[in-house]
Nanobody, 119 residues
Framework: QVQLVESRGGLVQAGGSLRLSCAAS????????MGWYRQEPGTQRELVAA???????NYADSVKGRFTISRDNAKNTVYLQMNSLKPEDTAVYYC?????????????WGQGTQVTVFS
């Protein structure tokens, strides 16, 4: 089976920075895309950032200019650099991956990690 191992989140003051990482391991696969969603209690899960195997990126409007997603294909790992954090960034962040064995595509999710930003 495939596992997505997320780094720990953290507690950071508004204006500060935090970096998240997510590594995919397990069965033989290729990565179509990886990224993060986030969710607060009582809200819908929303896409934060994503990156394809070809390097194309997509960001939520609320994080454009502040967050940067990157990848290390050799390590099957993606990184989310979060700068200029705001209290509204507080949420549980879930890594996701769209993986394929060359025949079928599956979606996988990490356990989620709490990011808290305080004023």
């Amino acid at each position: 089976q495939v596992q997505l191992v997320e780094s720990r989140g953290g507690l950071v003051q508004a204006g500060g920075s935090l970096r998240l990482s997510c590594a995919a391991s397990g069965s033989t696969f290729s990565i179509n895309a990886m990224g993060w969603y986030r969710q607060e209690p009582g809200t819908q899960r929303e896409l934060v950032a994503a990156i394809t195997s070809g390097g194309s990126t997509n960001y939520a409007d609320s994080v454009k200019g502040r967050f940067t997603i990157s990848r290390d294909n050799a390590k099957n790992t993606v990184y989310l650099q979060m700068n200029s954090l705001k209290p509204e960034d507080t949420a549980v962040y879930y890594c996701y991956a769209d993986l394929t064995d060359g025949i079928v595509v599956w979606d996988y999710w990490g356990q989620g990690t709490q990011v808290t930003v305080f004023s």
